[in-house]
């Protein structure tokens, strides 16, 4: 795997045929292992079979200055030796190299790429204004991670017989955790698991045992335990760190109206309680260009999940009052929404989610509806 990223960093701005494997741009562990592993799997097959000219190259869908904030993938990567420097980043990227080149997308399919896109792996609900091209191949499923469709990819036609044991235990390994990690260690309060991610991690811990000279697994609530702790280990993030360790950012149809929804590893009560919260969330607000600025935040402890959202208006007051309305009339999911009545942070609507099930990929879709609504 190792081997594979140093050489892969040679395809970037090259004059050569390029498969970029993009994640999101959330870049979470799932988003950030799927374009890894899946890049390698592919370039693997192609090593074998030599059926296509093109190579490809896992992308890490945010500047490089930012992979600090993913404090979870640092943690995983460095226990397989993988640093900043082995990695690729968009920003590395020139703009004539990303025009001419073709794309996988991973744990998304929305992308000003999409045109170019030959296949994508996704687990959210298919958005019908994707623009897809029509020879892109689908692989979208609502399971809980999207790691449990790229190891389901890989497994279908295991690694080449000349990877090595090291390789297969990088691979199943990382695919292991971030299953894991996503399904909230199948917690059945979280439901995010399916039988799917069910299935496909215990075949990765099947293989992981099998492999020689394999190590004992790491039992699956102390490998929870770890990653999430590595998660919200933020000791060393500022707040306007805080603020991109996990944002998405949604756009109307020309681009005038953004609105910001960066997600926390720890309650957004918690986060407005910092002394430096108001003018970093202003200044977040003003480099993002953001009219609208939505906090959610998850903290998971002693095995339970609270989380709750904030809603913050700096350009759009009655687009900012749609959108509070659509989330509490919401009921597909219901995010049983319950106010904080004496938050007044910067002017805005607190709430607890009292559906913990609910997640930032639920609020999306309700959020792009209305703002897709306003007028250009």
């Known amino acids: 795997m190792l081997n594979f990223l140093k050489q892969s960093r040679r395809f970037v701005n090259s004059a050569e045929p390029v498969c970029i494997v993009l994640g999101n741009e959330s870049c979470d562990l799932d988003s950030a292992v799927c374009a890894v592993t899946l890049a390698y799997h592919y370039q693997q097959q192609k090593v074998a079979s030599s059926h296509t000219t093109r190579n490809f190259l896992p992308v890490l869908n945010i500047p490089r200055r930012d992979y600090a904030l993913k404090t979870e993938v640092n943690y995983v990567f460095q226990q397989h030796a993988i640093s900043d420097e082995h990695l690729t980043f968009r920003d590395d990227l020139q703009e004539d190299y990303l025009t001419r080149s073709e794309f996988i997308l991973v744990d998304h399919h929305v992308s000003p790429f999409a045109t170019h896109c030959l296949e994508v792996f996704d687990h959210r609900t298919f958005d019908e204004k994707a623009q897809l091209s029509n020879v892109c191949k689908l692989r979208i499923e609502l399971v809980g991670s999207c790691a449990t469709l790229i190891a389901e990819e890989v497994l279908k036609s295991m690694l080449t017989p000349e990877a090595k044991d090291r390789d297969s235990e990088t691979i199943f390994t990382l695919l292991r955790s971030t299953i894991v990690l996503d399904t909230v260690n199948f917690s059945e309060s979280a439901n995010r698991a399916t039988p799917k991610d069910f299935e496909m991690c215990g075949k990765l811990e099947e293989l992981l045992s099998k492999l020689p000279n394999s190590k004992p697994l790491i039992e699956r609530t102390k490998l929870f335990d770890a990653l999430v702790a590595a998660r919200a ?44 919260a108001a003018n970093a969330v202003k200044a977040f607000a003003e480099e993002t260009n953001s009219a609208i600025v939505i906090l959610m935040g998850m903290l998971v402890e002693n095995g339970t999940v609270q989380r709750d959202i904030g809603l913050i208006d700096f350009k759009c007051k009655e687009l900012c009052q749609l959108i509070e309305e659509k989330l509490l009339q919401s009921t597909e999911p219901a995010l049983c929404l319950q106010h904080y009545e004496n938050c007044h942070f910067l002017n805005g609507s607190f709430y607890k989610m009292g559906n913990i099930k609910a997640t930032r990929k639920h609020v999306l879709p309700l959020v792009k509806q209305l703002l897709d609504q306003t007028p250009k």
Do not use: C, H, W, Y
Not at 236 to 260: E, F, H, P
């Open 233 to 276: 280990d933020i000791s060393s993030l500022t707040s306007m760190q805080l603020l991109r360790k996990d944002l998405k950012i949604l756009s109307n149809g020309d681009d005038s109206v953004d609105i910001a929804i960066p997600g926390f590893p720890m309650l957004v009560q918690q986060f407005i309680e910092k002394p430096d």
